[in-house]
């Protein structure tokens, strides 16, 4: 079964640094999407970016860009330029074939003024 | 825009009620999901459907049944409410997965927070 690993449940960063959220996973699939979702405190959840596998290129949303390592299967966010509105909880998500998204336990972070 | 609307923001029940939570999309997506989420938990899936009166069991589907008499619609249904089933109830919907990748993420509702006394 595929599991999604978030090792930091909470983490915080000064408003306009960067910070980096880590998220691993297990799969024997080749093909498969991986995703970094937000849910800001009452509010929906949203995409922030996603990553095909078979995509060598790391994906890139304005400030929000992933390191992709295939080989250690690990995909980690990068925050840059960490605004207030980022303060939220974030899921890191696997997709392959069947239909259900597999999430991992979510990072809280607060954003410092 | 995808929206998803899920019929109720807050829900109070009381123990051993029939509880139904409702939810629409209007993208006209194949797949809608039911998850559960619990602080530590994570997001669990509990029920999900790839076509209308078609429907799977997720990781958590014990206690709970679903519906999808249209395309739009996805019920969520609690036959006898119980206490471990207070929780937020998070409805999403997504097509079918295909190689494009603006097709495999899912879209959220805003949730229902539901209080079982």
């Known amino acids: 079964a595929q599991t999604v690993t978030q090792s930091q449940p909470e983490m915080s960063v000064q408003e306009a640094e960067t910070v980096t959220l880590s998220c691993t996973y297990d799969?024997?699939?080749?093909?498969?999407?991986l995703f970094w979702y937000k849910q800001p405190p009452s509010r929906q959840m949203i995409l922030v970016i996603r990553?095909?596998?078979?995509?060598?290129q790391n994906a890139t949303e304005n400030r929000f860009s992933v390191n992709f390592q295939k080989a250690a299967k690990s995909f980690s966010l990068k925050i840059s330029d960490s605004q207030l509105g980022d303060a939220a909880m974030y899921f890191c998500?696997?997709?392959?074939?069947?239909?259900?998204?597999?999430f991992g336990k979510g990072t809280k972070l607060s954003v410092i003024p | 825009d995808v929206k998803v609307t899920q019929s109720s923001r807050y829900l109070v029940k009381r123990t051993g009620e029939k509880v139904f939570l409702e939810c629409v999309q209007d993208?006209?997506?194949?797949?809608m999901f039911w998850y559960r989420q619990d602080p530590g938990l994570g997001l669990r899936l509990i029920y999900f459907?790839?076509?209308?009166?078609?429907?799977e069991k997720g990781d958590i589907p014990e206690g709970y049944s679903v519906s999808r008499e249209k395309k739009e619609r996805f019920s969520l249904i609690l036959e006898s409410a119980s206490t471990n089933q207070t929780s937020m109830y998070l409805c999403?919907?997504?097509?079918?997965?295909?190689?494009?990748?603006?097709?495999?993420?899912?879209?959220f509702g805003p949730g229902t927070r539901l209080t079982v006394l």
């Open positions: 993208m006209d997506h194949e797949n």
């Open positions: 999403a919907s997504g097509p079918v997965f295909g190689r494009d990748s603006s097709y495999n993420e899912q879209f």
């Open positions: 998500a696997y997709r392959a074939g069947s239909y259900q998204l597999t």
């Open positions: 799969t024997s699939e080749s093909d498969y999407y």
């Open positions: 459907s790839y076509d209308v009166k078609m429907k």
């Open positions: 990553q095909e596998a078979y995509k060598q």
